[in-house]
């Protein structure tokens, strides 16, 4: 199993650093680079099958009332049906942080639709989902000195109506930095209303005193429960279907305690397996963390930075079994 190496980050950084003229447009000090904290951890990888052009279904989340609440008393489950998740991650505007914000989502949907199509199988659904980085890690601490920042909310709505307008799932990704996730999560709440919209922790990115991409960070069983916590009691307040709930992790020092973590009505509990390597590294590193017993397991794919990537075969043999997959 290979760790993360200083190799690793440097060829990282330099990736990043080319893309920063055009992402200092949208975003200030935006990074996105793995750190090592001296644990000897697997790295994981993420590959993108080129899909063919048939186009999938979607599946369109619940009508509203006016008053907010979803219309009637369906309570469908993410995962219902043996639904399959296939999802793009990024940022908006700009394809530094990942292939969603390579384009516009318009584009983007058409793109994701082709990538799912070779996870399709005989009685499975394939759900689309956008993952959306709205708060992002910092190299410098800004005038809060929370080492993060938000995206303008007029980029997070385009993509909250394209989702809503294509049957997709929105997945708001929390990059937070010195701050707590409970409280950036606060922040998004107007889009966490709306029943297609769910919500994704990356404890990469979440620091105690460290500046971000020096370290990896981490994050402790409370701080993820108190988030759920207030998930699970927004939804149920609002009367709106099951949400995904996603932990991204590709070391078992980034969720400390994680036994403590408990299931939350109303949400679909995902333990979302990330990084980057070959197919080797990456089935050690997914082997090492996963946790089936407590979470449903998710796995990334990488198109850059993966090494020989895998396809939908390989993830299809992964035990325990993947139930989602993201593209970065």
């Keep these: 199993m290979a760790p993360r190496t200083p190799l690793d980050l440097e060829r990282h950084g330099v990736r990043l650093a080319l893309a920063a003229i055009g992402l200092l447009v949208l975003v200030a000090g935006v990074v996105r680079l793995a750190e090592g904290d001296g644990a000897p951890d697997p790295t994981v990888t993420e590959a993108a099958p080129r899909a063919g052009e048939i186009l ?9 009332s006016r008053r907010g609440g979803v219309v009637g008393t369906q309570r469908r489950g993410v995962f219902d049906d043996g639904r ?14 990942g292939v969603l914000g390579e384009t516009g989502p318009e584009v983007m949907h058409e793109r994701l639709r082709r990538a799912a199509r070779p996870f ?39 993509y909250v109506e394209a989702a809503r307008r294509h049957g997709a799932l929105l997945l708001l990704d929390l990059q937070p930095g010195h701050e707590r996730f409970p409280d950036v999560a ?5 889009a966490l209303t709306e029943p297609h919209v769910g919500l994704a922790l990356d404890p990469e990115w979440r620091m105690r005193h460290a500046v971000p991409g020096h370290v990896i960070g981490s994050v402790r069983a409370h701080e993820v429960n108190r988030t759920a916590r207030w998930l699970s009691q927004l939804t149920k307040r609002h009367g709106l279907p099951e949400k995904l709930f996603v932990l991204h992790q590709f070391r078992t020092s980034m969720i400390q305690k994680i036994h403590r973590i408990g299931p939350r009505a109303h949400l679909a509990m995902v333990q979302h397996v990330d990084g980057f390597g070959t197919p080797r590294q990456k089935r050690a590193t997914y082997h090492a963390v996963a946790r089936p017993d407590q979470f449903t397991m998710g796995f990334k794919l990488f198109y850059d930075e993966d ?7 390989d993830v299809a043999a992964l035990r325990p079994r993947v139930r989602f997959v993201s593209f970065q």
């Design 186 to 190: 606060k922040r998004w709440k107007w």
């Design 84 to 97: 399959f998740l296939v999802a793009y991650y990024g940022t908006a505007g700009t394809g530094a942080l």
């Design 120 to 158: 399709e199988r005989a009685g499975r659904k394939v759900q689309l989902v956008y993952e959306l980085i709205v708060t992002i890690a910092d190299r410098t601490p800004g005038k809060d000195r929370s080492y993060s920042h938000d995206i303008d909310p007029a980029l997070v709505k385009r």
């Design 307 to 313: 090494v020989r990537r895998m396809g939908p075969a």
């Design 56 to 64: 999938l279904p979607d599946v369109a989340p619940p009508p509203r």
